[in-house]
Structure formats: structure tokens, C-alpha cells
């Protein structure tokens, strides 16, 4: 999933609300990896965006989801230059129906995130968002949000003992075998 963005430059950005999907296929055991163009989806995000994270969600990784369904989260973000700054914070959530299409997007009831620009992962039940932009500097802190139902995120607190060692924003996000991995990005300066 593409969801948001902008096709503008930094800082002159053209944020999108748009949404984009691609299918992938698995074959031989799952060591072949098919995959079309990507689609623009029929719904877009009710508000244009850029600098935010995007994550889908299962009951494999997210006890709340019902087993069977899945859902696609689009977090805080910005709608004009990181050095103006304005915000665009609530978390967007819509069903994924068939073929990945995703449903409606509605306010998660989350107020989302006081930064932009992060890395997030939704595990456990807990939207986390690593890191940042707060104004223009590249912040080390957390912070997490309950998932408490499909279409019902809290708002966001600080995450004890989930600091990262290096402020960063723009990173890479990737969770493996019980690790989550934050690489490279934006640094002070």
C-alpha cells in the first residue's frame, strides 16, 4: 500500500490523499514472488497528507483484528513544508475487502501522534511511533497508542523504555522475528 505522499518537493510539497495497492503472489512453496502494477484504490484518505506512516494489521499480529479480516491504518502526518508545520493528526483506519481494496477510511478516534515523520509498527494491540520530527529537529522518544478494536485506536502516550538511542526522522521500519528495526533516516542537522 501507497497511501498519501506528495509529489511535491520539500519545500514546496503537493500533499495526496490517494491510495495505491499492489498484489503480491506467492508459488513454489513461496520462494517466487508475483506481482502486478499498482492500483489506485476507489476510496481516498479524507484528508491530503504527506510525511506519515502507513500500516496494515491482522489478527496474526494484533489479537484485536478478528481472524480472517484485515485493516490498513494511516497515521499523523503534515499538509504543508516540515518548517511550517501544520499537522494533520488523526489516525485513518479502513477495512481491506476483497482483492485489497480498501473500504472507507474513518477517524480511528485517536488524535493521533505530536510528531510526524516517524517509523510506526502495530503489534500487540499498540500503535507505536518511533521517533520524528518535533518542528524541524529529528526527536529519540515514542509513543503509543491501544488498540482496543478494529476501528478503535486511543490516543497517543508516551512509550516507557521504547526511546531510540539516536533522534531520527524519515527512517526505514521493519519488524522481524520479534525485532523492530529502525534504519537510517534524517538525523540532527
Known sequence: YAVGGSRGIPSSPLPLSSVEYM???TANGGTQHNVTGFTVAANSLPSARWLLSAMAATNAQNSNIPPGEAYLYAGS???SSIAVGVQDKPVYVAKIGPGGEP????????AGASRIGGGSVLLNNQLVSFGGFQGSNPIAVAERATLSAPLSLSDFTGAVGSMLTTARALQGTAVEGGFIYQVGGAGAG
Do not use: D, Q
Not at 103 to 110: A, K, R
Open 103 to 110: 473500504g472507507v477510511f474513518i477517524s480511528s478516534g485517536s
Open 23 to 25: 498484489t503480491i503472489t
Open 77 to 79: 502526518g503534515i499538509t
